[in-house]
Nanobody, 122 residues
Framework: VQLQASGGGLVQAGGSLRLSCAASGRIFSSHRMGWFRRAPGKDREFVSAVSWDFGRTYYAEFVKGRFTVSRNKAENMVYLQMNSLKPEDTAIYYC????????????????WGQGTQVTVSS
């Protein structure tokens, strides 16, 4: 499986962006797709994840109520709708795949996309 993230850009605080992650190859029901981000000078952190089978979603506390993760099984796509963006959301966002079940640990994810830059101006 290969992943390619897109949809990043520059937006003002309070604005919205929708990130997309295109997956090539077979994704199995036991897989979960995650979104992580890395802000300048910080470690990579978990943002959200979705189970491929039933679409169960998971969120970091700091994005609950603002971000929504979803997947389209027919198109092998995962999305991250980001609303009410804040300057502290500025980071490179990555999509990733894990076969281990739900995890916030980036080392549990074995396939990574190339990242897409999100910049939120104040």
């Amino acid at each position: 499986v290969q992943l390619q993230a897109s949809g990043g850009g520059l937006v003002q605080a309070g604005g919205s962006l929708r990130l997309s992650c295109a997956a090539s190859g077979r994704i199995f029901s036991s897989h979960r797709m995650g979104w992580f981000r890395r802000a300048p000078g910080k470690d990579r952190e978990f943002v959200s994840a979705v189970s491929w089978d039933f679409g169960r979603t998971y969120y970091a506390e700091f994005v609950k109520g603002r971000f929504t993760v979803s997947r389209n099984k027919a198109e092998n796509m995962v999305y991250l709708q980001m609303n009410s963006l804040k300057p502290e959301d500025t980071a490179i966002y990555y999509c990733a795949l894990t076969t281990r079940g739900y995890s916030v640990d980036p080392t549990a994810y074995t396939v990574w996309g190339q990242g897409t830059q999100v910049t939120v101006s104040s």
